[in-house]
C-alpha cells in the first residue's frame, strides 16, 4: 500500500498546491491514500468547512490537525459529523471531535505533543491505550509536536508497533526519512505545504518586525514561490512494517 502525507498546509497558497499537484501525484504513484495536515489551512490558522472541502474534492482522504484545531470556532460542529477530520487523541474526553479513523485497513491517528506545547494528556499513553483497541494491520500517527526530542522519542517508543510517525508543526522538514529497526517509517517533520518565500508560512517582514520589537504585529500568509513537501509510504499489506520512505517535494509552475 502506497500512503501519502502531506505537510501542514497553510493558506491559500497551500491549498492552491495541493489542488494543482495532488491528482498528478495520486496518478504517477497510484497512491491508496492521502492524509494531510490542515490545522492552518484557513488564513494560516485553523480549519472550516469550506477549506476542508476544498481538499477534500482536491483528493485529499484524511485530514489531521494539531493544537490549532480550535483556531476557527465554525469548523467544532463538524468534528463529530462525517468529514474524515482528526484532532488529536490526547485532548480529554469530553473535547469534540475523534482521534482517530479507520479507513479500510488502515487506522490513521493524530497526536499532539506537551513539551513546549500545551499541557494535554500523555501522548504516550494514549498511544498505548489506542493499540490494545485497534485490529488494523496498518497505522499511521501523525505526530504534532515542537520539540525534536520528543517526536523522536514517539518513533522508538511506536518502532514496530505502527507503520509510520510521521512529524508535523514545525514546518521545516527535516533530513531523517527512515525505516527504523522494527518496520516503523519515521520522520521528525514533514515540511510545510505553503509559500516557501515565508517564515514558516508567514510574512516575513512582520515576523521580522515582531522579533525585533517584541511588539504583536499581524501575521499575513506569505507570498511568492508555493511547494508542496510530502512523505510516501509503501507499507506491506499483511504485517503493516514500512518497506520505504521517500520525500516528495513539488513546486507549483
Partial sequence: MLILAIGDIVGRPGRRAVSQLLPGLRQQYGL????????????GLGLTSTTAKELFNAEV????????????????????GDMPILRPLNY?????GKGYIVIGQVAVVNLVGTTF???????????????????????????????????????RYLDGRVSAVLGTHTHVGTIDAQVLPHGTAYVTDIGMTGPMDSIIGDDAEAVI???????????????????????????ANDSGRAISIERIYREVE
Fill in 61 to 80: 482522504d484524511v485530514l489531521t490537525s494539531g493544537n490549532h484545531i480550535w483556531a476557527q470556532k465554525e469548523i467544532i460542529p463538524y468534528l463529530d
Fill in 92 to 96: 480529554p474526553p469530553g473535547a469534540p
Fill in 209 to 235: 518586525q515582531r522579533f525585533l520589537t517584541r511588539m504583536p504585529h499581524h501575521l499575513s500568509v506569505g507570498k511568492g514561490k508555493t511547494a508542496l513537501n510530502a512523505i510516501m509510504v509503501t507499507v
Fill in 32 to 43: 491508496d491514500l492521502v492524509i494531510a495536515n490542515g490545522e492552518n489551512a484557513a488564513g
Fill in 117 to 155: 506545547m500545551s499541557n494535554l494528556d500523555c501522548p504516550f499513553r494514549a498511544m498505548d491505550q489506542l493499540l490494545v483497541e485497534l485490529e488494523q494491520p496498518i497505522i499511521v500517527v501523525d505526530f504534532h509536536a515542537e520539540a525534536t526530542s520528543e517526536k523522536v522519542a514517539m518513533g
